[in-house]
């Protein structure tokens, strides 16, 4: 990836991204007559450009009044040209004031037995001495009987420590299957309507909705249900990677910059936005601190040359 400097905006971007780029460029405090000439160079390139610079300016002026935001009605070629823009934009500022999505979801957390906030990490001993930690924003209801224990996870994800107790299965329900178990460790994730179990130790048997039961063994996971295609198959992760957050961690390996934003946006208030596709797929590999953006930041400056822009509630990396 090549280094950018105050020049042209960068490659993968549409003109939306282009725009607002410079936007970003041109509020930083560092803007000189050279930047704002270029900039009028830029937007004078065609009418499709002057036309991507107005919304853009028009859209910068309602970060943080998200509500006027919402109701801009622009026209339709332009909205066509903008959507991945202001869908970004919007998505970020509506995220940072709503901490949780829906009246369903907030119902259930309100009857949860047991809940972590946005950046908080909690273990849990349960009544029949298995222990359960609650990774950030994460929900759980317990139903214990003779005959069951079942936990079902509402929102977020969880590591579960299974005391033994053949005649009471341990099984964990998300996102309409369930993750069986009598004494293993095991974590539970759910992405929307898209679950994630993920074995470290011992062996889980997942049943999928509407699938049949899937048997994982330690450094398996299963993804299944958010439109996943075909039947879902085990996978071989490194399971001690994958539950690192529960140490305080995050490890990455070459994924996608935009994956990693999405990660650690999981563990504090406010939304980062990338933008260009191109520096979405930057592949990044590293161990990050939870709630410490800083050192994501840090790298893709020394390492890549990337820039980053700090507003409330929103950073911007360009």
């Known amino acids: 990836m090549r280094r950018r400097d105050d020049g042209d905006a960068g490659d993968g971007m549409d003109l939306a991204d282009e725009a607002l780029?410079?936007?970003?460029?041109?509020?930083?405090?560092?803007?000189?007559?050279?930047?704002?000439?270029?900039?009028?160079?830029?937007?004078?390139?065609?009418?499709?450009?002057?036309?991507?610079?107005?919304?853009?300016?028009?859209?910068?002026?309602?970060?943080?009044?998200?509500?006027?935001?919402?109701?801009?009605?622009?026209?339709?070629?332009?909205?066509?040209?903008?959507?991945?823009?202001?869908?970004?934009?919007?998505?970020?500022?509506?995220?940072?004031?709503?901490?949780?999505?829906?009246?369903?979801?907030?119902?259930?957390?309100?009857?949860?037995?047991?809940?972590?906030?946005?950046?908080?990490?909690?273990?849990?001993?349960?009544?029949d001495g298995s222990r359960v930690t609650l990774n950030t924003g994460s929900a759980v209801l317990l139903r214990f009987t003779a005959e069951e224990r079942r936990v079902t996870l509402a929102d977020g994800e969880a590591l579960f420590e299974v005391s033994a107790d053949p005649a009471r299965p341990f099984v964990v329900e998300a996102g309409g299957g369930t993750a069986r178990a009598v004494g293993t460790v095991y974590a539970v994730r759910l992405d929307g309507a898209r679950a994630t179990v993920t074995v470290a130790h011992g062996v889980v048997e997942v049943t999928p909705a509407g699938g049949g039961p899937v048997r994982l063994t330690a450094g398996q996971r299963l993804v299944y249900g958010g439109g996943e295609p075909g039947r879902p198959q085990p996978q071989s992760v490194d399971a001690e990677a994958e539950t690192a957050w529960r140490r305080g961690k995050l490890i990455f390996r070459n994924r996608p910059l935009a994956d990693v934003v999405a990660e650690v946006d999981r563990y504090r208030h406010g939304r980062t936005l990338v933008l260009g596709d191109t520096l979405g797929r930057l592949p990044v590999t590293g161990v990050f601190g939870i709630g410490d953006e800083t050192e994501l930041l840090d790298v893709l400056r020394q390492g890549f040359g990337v820039d980053a822009v700090r507003l409330p509630w929103l950073t911007i990396i360009r």
Do not use: F, K
């Open 21 to 127: 780029d410079w936007l970003v460029r041109l509020t930083s405090g560092r803007a000189d007559a050279a930047l704002r000439a270029r900039y009028a160079a830029w937007r004078s390139t065609s009418p499709e450009h002057e036309q991507a610079a107005r919304e853009a300016e028009a859209l910068w002026g309602d970060v943080g009044r998200t509500q006027t935001a919402a109701r801009r009605r622009m026209a339709a070629p332009a909205r066509r040209r903008l959507v991945p823009a202001v869908a970004a934009v919007a998505a970020a500022l509506v995220l940072a004031v709503l901490s949780w999505g829906g009246p369903t979801l907030l119902l259930d957390r309100w009857r949860a037995d047991h809940t972590t906030a946005v950046g908080e990490r909690r273990e849990v001993t349960l009544p």
